[in-house]
């Protein structure tokens, strides 16, 4: 069975950081660009950031830019994250992609996790 599976998520106080993990199993993460997805209540599913599967293409969300970073080794995807504002408050997903290329755009990705949620408050 394809699954993809996150943890980390939690609640933190603004200026506090958190690293959020997603782990496959059913397939091997290898072959995939991956991403990192969230969304607020209310709002659309924003694309925060994906990497390609060799990481040679790596994109952040503007929002995220410097505070943010993704990163990957052969079964697991990371996502760091610092510096954290409250309007980051939201569950974040990752997702899985056999395009060559990753995109932050949600169409197109073949798997997604059920995500974990993350609350910046204080």
């Known amino acids: 069975q394809v699954q993809l599976v996150e943890s980390g998520g939690g609640l933190v106080q603004p200026g506090g950081s958190l690293r959020l993990s997603c782990v496959a199993s059913?397939?091997?993460?290898?072959?995939?660009?991956m991403g990192w997805f969230r969304q607020a209540p209310g709002k659309e599913r924003e694309g925060v950031s994906c990497i390609s599967s060799r990481a040679s293409n790596i994109l952040y969300a503007e929002s995220v830019k410097d505070r943010f970073t993704i990163s990957r080794d052969n079964a697991t995807l990371y996502l760091q994250m610092s510096s954290l504002k409250p309007e980051d408050t939201a569950v974040y997903y990752c997702?899985?992609?056999?395009?060559?290329?990753?995109?932050?755009?949600?169409?197109?990705?073949?798997?997604w996790g059920q995500g974990t949620q993350v609350t910046v408050s204080s």
């Open positions: 997702a899985a992609d056999r395009r060559m290329w990753c995109s932050r755009s949600p169409t197109g990705y073949d798997y």
């Open positions: 059913g397939f091997t993460l290898d072959y995939y660009s």
